[in-house]
């Protein structure tokens, strides 16, 4: 009885895989590592003094992914493994679209050849556009600005679909808000490739010296303070929504979507200073234009997860900077 990660080398893979083991599940993983490194897995393993299996494979290798399902007695899967990157999805978006929606047409189809149909998949909030109201629920409208944005809201409907052909299929669709922060031991975390485009890897690197100063993206939106509203998560709480969600796998849901976020709003300028509150680092940052596709506020509902799955955000921002931050300054160049 083991649970497949897919992507589980990246930043919320090697998270979740942490939360997995301590739990009790064996696990195997699979990533062609193309974004990330295989040292988070044995960091992985160091932190909770067990291990798991590793495959250096590539989802669009199909027959490797095959092999891997022969070899193991996989109860469901986890799939974060995808290209994440909006302004290179903008660039190369056959890649993406190759890589995201390829990748996970290959998983399910494996998946299916060996009658493994429990699934839980990385969405993202971006499905919801520029919402009309807030906060979002899960019922609200979608629409895709990018093409990274636009793989996701195809998978969820592929898997939709999949759902609606053998109501079997169990899958949870998991969108996530906007996951920061690290593991408290701060020997795993985020370790973007080149430099950050999201705000606190932005942040940590200006703090540990890499970066000279953060542009903050736009100071005319309509929001208190002028500057963007997003939900932030804490990573680890984000993992911990894995396993509430392969709970309720376990209890045969069919298909089902949870927002995973905190409910909480913060702008660019308040997470700046929750920063520096919890660190103690000056950030020094500078007004810039607004960022081509930014919207002004997102946050979530996310009562429908602690409702259905008893999931709720445990960490406030101070955690999630505090953490980051203790990351970042243990690991100043990543792994
Ligand atoms: P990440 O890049 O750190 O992890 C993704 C992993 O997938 C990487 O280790 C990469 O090497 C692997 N991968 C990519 N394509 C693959 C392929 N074809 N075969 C095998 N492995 C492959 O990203 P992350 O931040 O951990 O995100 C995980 C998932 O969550 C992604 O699907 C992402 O789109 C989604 N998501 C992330 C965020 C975020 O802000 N980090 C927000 C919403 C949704
Ligand atoms: C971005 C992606 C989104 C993706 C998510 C997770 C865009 C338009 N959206 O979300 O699709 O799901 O990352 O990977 O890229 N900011 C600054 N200065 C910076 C960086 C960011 O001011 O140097 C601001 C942004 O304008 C935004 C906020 O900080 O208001 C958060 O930005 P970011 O971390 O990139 O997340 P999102 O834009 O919400």
Redesign the pocket.
Known sequence: MEILVTGGAGYIGCHTCLELLQAGYDLVVVDNLSNSKQASLARVERLTGKSLTFYPIDLLDKAALSSVFARHTITAVIHFAGL?S?NESVAVPLLYYQNNLTGTINLCQVMQQHNVKNLVFSS???VYGEPASLPITEDFPRSAV?P??RTKLIIEDILMDLHHADAAWNIILLRYF?PVGAHTSGQIGEDPNGIP????P?ITQVAVGRLPE?????NDYHTPDG??V?DYIHVVDLAQGHLAALAKLAQQPGAAIYNLGTGRGYS?LEVIHAFEQATGQKIPYRQAPR?P??VAS?YADASKAFQEMGWRAQKGISEMCRDAWNWQSHNPNGY
């Open positions: 994440k909006v993202s909030a971006t990018n990274y944005g906007n485009n999201n705000l606190m932005f953060l542009a903050v993206f736009g500057t963007a997003r660019v960022r596709g930014d997102v």
